[in-house]
Structures are given as structure tokens and as C-alpha cells.
């Protein structure tokens, strides 16, 4: 691999419960400027409009900033930490996340978008539905907004993978000055998600991208679950 491209699928409708995702990623990359799509192209779709589609919206107070907080700790799996109005979770997938990936952004006033059930199976959807309808074997990553422990600022992540690296495994093979490497595992899949969500932006409305230029040897069978660090190996909990 010696170069990336990414871009944002321009033109995407607005997705409303029920709608047919996959279908409509499909015809928004049928043709310029958006595409056609190659074989080893990967499709980052933002977790907002995956949870749309699946219906996964809940009414809160749309008078209260804070409504949405008795449904974070609902939904969590265990509460990590609590600072303020600040709920670091633990959700039912078994990412450490605030307000268990509750979000208000990007939803209409009065409602809350919860995590998808299963981002895997939405990934392995668009996935299977692009591979059917356009012909060509792409990746698919649902994204969404995370924090980090070690450092300010947001960044998108994976939450769901299809076709695609969740980690690269270089453990025991040799670095550029031949050294074994014995720790390093490649976060491929969040790094892919942040790349493109610096195409779609906070508030543009671009919902999907498009990475082109991926390794070949990146592409396969995964589950987001390779991101997930066991509680025993955690620091922080």
C-alpha cells in the first residue's frame, strides 16, 4: 500500500426508521461523483444513521438537557466512573464509553439515538446487499464518536466490521531495522473510521465514505470484538 483516498458520499438522503440503508448506499455510489465502487473499496457509514434505520430512537425531554441520562444508565452494562453530569459505561457490546453511546446529536428534538443492537450484522448487511446488488467485494465499517483515556479530543472509532481488519496482528514479524516485534497490534479498522471522518465532518450531513487504497491483505472475515481489551487486561477498570 503506498496511498489513500477517502471521500465523502455527497447527496445522501435522510434516513428515517425503516429505511432500506444498504439499498440506499447502493444507489447514492452507483456513479460519480460518489462512484462506482472497486473490489477492496471500504465503506464507513456513521452509527447515527445505522441506528436510524434500525429504529433504534427513543423520546426524551426535549426541555431537559439532561433527560437522556436515566436511559444511559438503562441501557449500561456497568457503570465505570461518574464525574458530574460525566457516566463513563460499559455497554452490552463491551466498549467502555460515556453515556453509553447515547447521543442527541444529529436526532430530531425529543429523541435519542441508542447504539444497534449488533454492528457486526449491520456491517455484514451493507456489506452482503452492495456485494449482490453492484458486484464488487467491499469492507464496511460502522463508525462512531469516541473519547479516549490518554489523550483530549474525539475521534471516530469502529464499533462494526465486515470484510475488513478490526486489528492487524504484527506480533513476530520484523520492524524496518529487522527486529522481532512482540506487542504491536494495529487498530486497522479505527484508524480507517477516523481517516473518513475527516471527509464527513461533525455537521455536513455526509453520513457515509468511501477509503480506497486499502491493503489487500487487510481484507477478511472480523468482528469488532478484536477491539474490545478483556477486563483483565485493563487498567482503567
Do not use: Y
Amino acid at each position: 500500500m503506498s496511498r489513500l483516498s477517502a471521500w465523502g458520499v455527497v447527496g445522501f438522503p435522510e434516513v428515517k426508521p425503516g429505511d432500506q440503508l444498504a439499498d440506499m448506499i447502493v444507489e447514492a455510489c452507483r456513479n460519480e461523483p460518489n462512484g462506482p465502487l472497486l473490489d477492496r473499496d471500504v465503506l464507513v457509514v456513521t452509527q447515527k444513521v445505522v441506528s436510524k434505520a434500525e429504529g433504534r430512537l427513543v423520546a426524551v425531554n426535549p426541555d431537559d438537557p439532561l433527560s437522556h441520562k436515566a436511559l444511559v444508565e438503562k441501557e449500561a452494562v456497568r457503570i465505570v466512573r461518574r464525574r458530574g453530569d460525566l457516566i463513563i459505561t460499559e455497554t452490552e457490546h463491551g466498549f467502555v464509553c460515556a453515556n453509553n453511546g447515547v447521543d442527541l446529536s444529529n436526532v430530531e428534538r425529543g429523541q435519542a439515538a441508542l447504539l444497534p443492537k449488533d454492528s457486526d450484522r449491520s456491517a455484514r448487511r451493507i456489506r452482503d446487499v452492495v456485494r449482490a446488488k453492484l458486484g464488487v467485494e467491499v469492507g464496511v465499517i460502522v463508525s462512531d464518536t469516541f473519547g479516549r483515556a490518554w489523550r483530549k479530543g474525539l475521534t471516530d472509532v469502529a464499533i462494526g466490521v465486515a470484510g475488513i481488519a478490526a486489528v492487524l496482528d504484527l506480533r513476530g514479524t520484523p520492524d524496518a531495522l529487522g527486529r522481532v516485534m512482540q506487542v504491536t497490534e494495529v487498530a486497522i479498522a479505527d484508524e480507517l473510521a477516523s481517516a473518513a471522518e475527516l471527509v464527513m465532518g461533525k455537521s455536513a450531513g455526509i453520513p457515509v465514505a468511501v477509503v480506497r487504497g486499502a491493503d489487500a491483505s487487510w481484507f477478511r472475515e472480523a468482528s469488532v470484538q478484536e477491539l474490545v481489551r478483556p477486563p483483565q487486561e485493563d487498567l482503567f477498570r
